[in-house]
């Protein structure tokens, strides 16, 4: 078991920059890969952006260029930072464990 925590969401300008964090109850270092994943009011949730225990990633191409994904073991928290933000990425973000855990998620508005 495993509980995840998303921070960081906000309202924030297109073309603007973002960090989200998630946060786990424990040691991130065996998971298979932890991942980002989005959903957009009337749309099924998507995946946005999975890093591997080997620190493998691997990007939706919407995405592609403009965000990163990292970890940190020691803190057991996986980042996804975001450039170049556009009103389409405007979702609810959530973090995903290998495993089928689930943060609560957090809510990222991009909006002038």
């Known amino acids: 078991q495993v509980q995840l925590v998303e921070s960081g969401g906000v309202l924030v300008q297109p073309g603007g920059s973002l960090r989200l964090s998630c946060a786990a109850s424990r040691s991130i270092f065996s998971f298979k890969y932890m991942g980002w994943y989005r959903q957009a009011p009337g749309k099924e949730r998507e995946m946005v952006a999975l890093?591997?225990?080997?620190?493998?990633?691997d990007y939706a191409e919407s995405v592609k260029g403009r965000f990163t994904i990292s970890r940190d073991n020691a803190k057991n928290t996986v980042y996804l930072r975001m450039n170049s933000l556009k009103p389409e990425d405007t979702a609810v973000y959530y973090c995903?464990?290998?495993?089928?855990?689930w943060g609560q998620g957090t809510q990222v508005t991009v909006s002038s």
């Open positions: 890093i591997t225990s080997g620190v493998m990633t």
């Open positions: 995903k464990a290998y495993g089928g855990y």
